[in-house]
């Protein structure tokens, strides 16, 4: 499948066409301003693409990511304004990895101490229950920081281990007082990164790459411990998961001897065989972040409209990828980390959480494709930055561990997002409160326009 690039819109999609310049080159008298609106936050409307995020709500709310009232910051409003770094009395937090439903998350953690002397160790945290709970995963002798931990849908923690040039792969698992290990095998491999766990819950792959071509290796749920299952020509990165059966795998790849990054679609059930999966522009780096199977959202990285920016399309549409103005923040980073499920055939509707990342630390950012609207919240007290998962009624999980709790979910409601008028250019409901009266958004206008009458388009062709 490949894709094209459209900037501004609200129903977008991967199709086969060719990129279109961005909004600024030449403005659509039809759509401009649909995803640029002022948000709750400010006082009246900002100029366009000034783009910096506005202070997250509920920034004085310890350990929940924001109240419901004030949840939209301006594009425009000073990044300075985000919430200040995590400062708990423990250890940061390491990558947290959830399995795909949420109910099993494992990381590295380590004990309070000098820097440099900490005992690293895995944790696994259950999160399907009435209360979370972690259980820590000790051996005899302390992890290595650079080890990464995965949990399956049973229960168990897989572990990757480096020592020397070989890629050491166990299972750890809580029994009696201690920590059971079951040894998996090695890779003879000085570099491998493990994926995100199967949506199945039972399998677990990993990535090697060199400058040539890239192995993809199954290290649990085989029958034989670690085995490889495909060699990719080119480099191979990312890693998002397509379908909830864990047949199709999207991974990021540049082709042997260089060029642009391409996402690709792997097909395990087809002896791995790959296909292209975005292709915006011949030159455009265009990256797979996250898919929703359900809906069939993708987010997407790609600089086919000049510069990075984050995008969305649907998997198998004909419509064009869409580059929202409201994700696009100067001076800080965003990245979607979590997408809203059971949203059967309703990809607009599905809530997404970012994670934004500025001088002043790491907040929340809340989004739906429908809404056009970047809501902005603060994190709880020792968030690790990326973490969260949801659940099919709009209820988001932040996990964090600080001094004062070392094992705790703060839940988010997904706001609302209010539709303005096409005719006022105001909310249907800004009397409700949801709105400063004295802020009026752009008009609601969102058709997607074919590329052969879209002005960007026609603006930028060579003929």
Partial sequence: ??????????????????????????PDPKGSGAESGPEEYGAGPEPEGSGDPGKPAGADAPGLPGSAADEDGPESSSAA?????PAGDGPLPGDFTLTADGAYAARLTAAPGPPGERAWYPERWTLDGPEPYAVPLPLGQPEE??????????????IRRRVADRQMFSLLYPTGPGTGELLLGAVECAEMTLL????????????????????????????FGPEEVARIPGRCSGGAWLDRAGRMLALDRRAPGGGPVKAVAVDLGRGAEV??????????????????????????????????????????????????????????????????????????????????????????????????????????????????Y?????????????????????????????EPSSVTGRSSDAEGGTQPSAVVSAPAVCKPVPLGQAPLHRATRSD
């Fill in 1 to 26: 499948m490949t894709a094209c690039a459209i900037e501004g819109g609200s129903a977008g999609a991967a199709a086969t066409a060719e990129p279109e310049a961005e909004s600024a080159t030449e």
């Fill in 81 to 85: 304004g985000g919430p200040a770094a």
């Fill in 145 to 158: 920081p650079d080890a990464q931990v995965a949990p399956l849908a049973d229960g168990r923690v897989l």
């Fill in 196 to 223: 995100p766990p199967s949506p199945d819950g039972r399998c677990v792959y990993a990535l090697s790459a060199d400058e040539h071509s890239s192995s993809l290796w199954l290290v649990a749920g085989g029958a």
């Fill in 275 to 388: 296909t292209p999966l975005l292709q915006i522009a011949p030159g455009s780096d265009d990256r797979l972040l996250l898919a929703d199977a359900d809906s069939g959202l993708l987010l997407i990285r790609s600089d086919a409209p000049g510069h990075d920016r984050l995008g969305w399309g649907v998997l198998g549409s004909c419509l064009p990828v869409r580059f929202p103005e409201c994700l696009r923040l100067a001076d800080v980073a965003v990245t979607p980390f979590a997408v809203q499920p059971g949203q059967m055939l309703m990809p607009e509707s599905c809530a997404v959480a970012l994670r934004i990342d500025g001088a002043a630390g790491s907040w929340v950012g809340v989004w739906r494709p429908a809404g056009r609207r970047l809501h902005q919240f603060a994190a709880p007290l020792g968030w690790a930055p990326g973490a969260g």
């Fill in 390 to 418: 949801w659940s099919r009624d709009g209820v988001l999980r932040l996990p964090y561990a600080n001094g004062a709790t070392s094992c705790g979910v703060a839940m988010l409601d997904a706001p609302q997002d209010v």
